[in-house]
């Protein structure tokens, strides 16, 4: 069988995939510059049996898909900036639910309204905190829209696996860059589906009882068992419950269930590190840029190289050490104030090594920002 070659924008490129592994469930509110997502999924969506729905503002589209996702649908939102921050608080509840769920988040120029059709990685943090209370949290992104497709059939495995939220953290650049991708044949790419509780009707079922490899089965609300739901902290049946003991089983649940998975879940791309002097780190857009700069500057001789991290949360730290333990110095590339600088210099065992390149101006980092750093860094013979 040939392959099917499409030339997408990204956002199409996680339509594609989304469709891919299965999706049942759409609700959300179009915000520049996450909309074609909507729009397409507004018309492909119901062909294949599913379900497409537009809110009235993306706190309701995020409750929607919770709902949806409950009764034993696989279900993904879209947004960006704005309408995450507005998503913060029903986040939190399917992270303490432990409901799977995909959220898109298109990022762009902040804060507030800021730079609508403005390419930026400002969110970062947010995807990790913007949730109130300790939590663990998945965010994946992507450079190029192959692996946007890639990563985002990755995002609904996850959720489905680790019965989680996965934040999609895409940015403007990407989302709206053409590029050809070629999409795989059924089976091609592992999809996981959900995993249901083998417990008879009839029989007690627990809906936060983990098994021994720790994941939850899950029974289809509204099905063969009652069952309670609910944001406060609850037991294994899902009733309230300030029982320290079984309070501290739960939070630790919580983050271990992600964090002690974080080899498994941690997705980096490497170009050229072997033998690198100095080492480029970056995510997103961004990392177009940068291994533009290592290709360029490799064919002069400069020893140059790159680390793309595609899994940001649970930060990759091992990966990152690793990767900079070898070189002279590390350049972090990335489009905001430096927040993933700050989290690769607490990784690395000598943080004085760790610079930023970074653009905060609404425009695509060049590699002219990054060679720039990079002429200082040799002028200084660090």
Request: net charge negative; hydrophobic share 40%.
């Amino acid at each position: 069988m040939s392959k099917r070659l499409l030339f997408v924008q990204g956002n199409e490129a996680c339509v594609e995939a989304a469709l891919y592994a299965d999706l049942e469930f759409f609700a959300g509110y179009p915000i520049t510059p996450s909309t074609e997502i909507a729009e397409l999924l507004a018309y492909r969506l119901p062909r294949r049996g599913g379900k497409f729905i537009q809110m009235e503002d993306e706190m309701s589209s995020m409750c929607a898909i919770l709902g949806a996702s409950l009764t034993g649908k696989k279900v993904m939102t879209a947004t960006s900036g704005p309408g995450f921050s507005l998503m913060q608080e029903a986040i939190g509840f399917a992270v303490m639910t432990e409901t799977p769920c995909v959220i898109v988040n298109v990022q762009r120029g902040g804060p507030s309204t800021g730079l609508p059709t403005s390419g930026s990685q400002g969110d970062v943090m947010q995807a990790r905190w913007g949730t109130h209370g300790d939590h663990a949290v998945i965010a994946l992104t992507a450079s190029n829209n192959q692996d946007v497709f890639t990563v985002t059939v990755e995002a609904f495995n996850m959720a489905e696996r680790y019965r989680t939220p996965v934040i999609l953290l895409l940015d403007e650049v990407v989302a709206h860059t053409r590029e050809r991708i070629t999409l795989p044949d059924p089976g091609e790419i592992e999809v996981v589906q959900r995993l249901k509780t083998s417990v008879p009707e009839g029989t007690d079922y627990h809906p936060y009882l983990p098994r021994e490899d720790g994941r939850l089965p899950m029974s289809d609300f509204g099905g063969v068992h009652r069952y309670n739901v609910t944001g406060l902290t609850h037991d294994m049946w899902g009733f309230p419950t300030t029982n320290p003991k079984i309070v501290y089983g739960l939070m630790r649940h919580l983050v271990d269930k992600i964090e002690g998975h974080t080899r498994a879940i941690t997705r980096t791309k490497v170009f050229s590190v072997d033998d690198a002097e100095f080492l480029l780190i970056s995510y997103g857009s961004s990392a177009r840029t940068a291994l533009h700069l290592v290709r360029n500057r490799r064919a002069r001789g400069e020893r140059l190289g790159l680390l793309e991290l595609q899994t940001l949360w649970p930060f990759p730290t091992e990966v990152v050490r690793e990767c900079c333990a070898r070189v002279k110095s590390v350049i972090v590339v990335e489009m905001n104030m430096g927040q993933i600088f700050h989290e690769v210099k607490t990784a690395v065992d000598d943080p004085e090594k760790v610079f930023l390149a970074n653009q905060i101006r609404g425009e695509f980092i060049n590699p002219t920002d990054v060679l720039n750093v990079l002429r200082t860094i040799q002028g200084r013979g660090v």
